[in-house]
């Protein structure tokens, strides 16, 4: 992996580390101020956790169907959880990664899957090699 690959992963890699800290501290210290919120820091955790892996093994065909799951899933997850920060902020009154689109980093949440499923796009792996048809015996 090169190029805006290799920069992807590494992206997703600080989003993992950023949004797995994050989820930590906030379940650790202030669970029971906002369960639902918390619990929302820690599933963006893994998903980016899994994304990023994903990313690196993409070249196989497993991997790649993981990677377009899990960056489905985060997108819709940025979108709806922007959303409802947005028309129901009381749900959201403790900020999880994906709040306001993902405001409070940046916009990174938000932009990310959709550079993540362009490079998918445009970077299937190859087709296994096709074993050749044996050649028909001349009699």
């Known amino acids: ?14 989003m993992a580390l950023g949004a797995t800290g994050r989820s930590f501290v906030q379940i650790v210290e202030r669970f029971d101020e906002a369960p639902l919120a918390y619990t929302l820091s820690a599933v963006s955790a893994v ?21 377009w799951v899990a960056i489905v899933f985060e997108l819709v997850g940025v979108l709806v959880i922007g959303t409802l920060s947005l028309v129901l902020p009381e749900l959201f009154a403790h900020p ?31 087709a296994e090699a096709e074993a050749p048809a044996p050649a028909a015996v001349a009699s």
């Not at 998903?47 to 990677?67: M, P, S």
């Not at 980093?105 to 445009?122: D, E, I, K, R, S």
């Open 1 to 14: 992996m090169t190029g805006i690959g290799r920069v992807l992963v590494i992206v997703y890699a600080i």
């Open 96 to 126: 999880t990664v994906w709040s306001w689109f993902g405001m409070g980093y940046l916009f990174v949440p938000l932009v990310l899957p959709f550079l993540g499923l362009w490079w998918l796009a445009t970077h299937r792996p190859a």
């Open 47 to 67: 998903v980016y956790i899994v994304a990023t892996l994903a990313l690196v093994f993409a070249g196989r065909r497993g991997w790649y169907v993981v990677a």
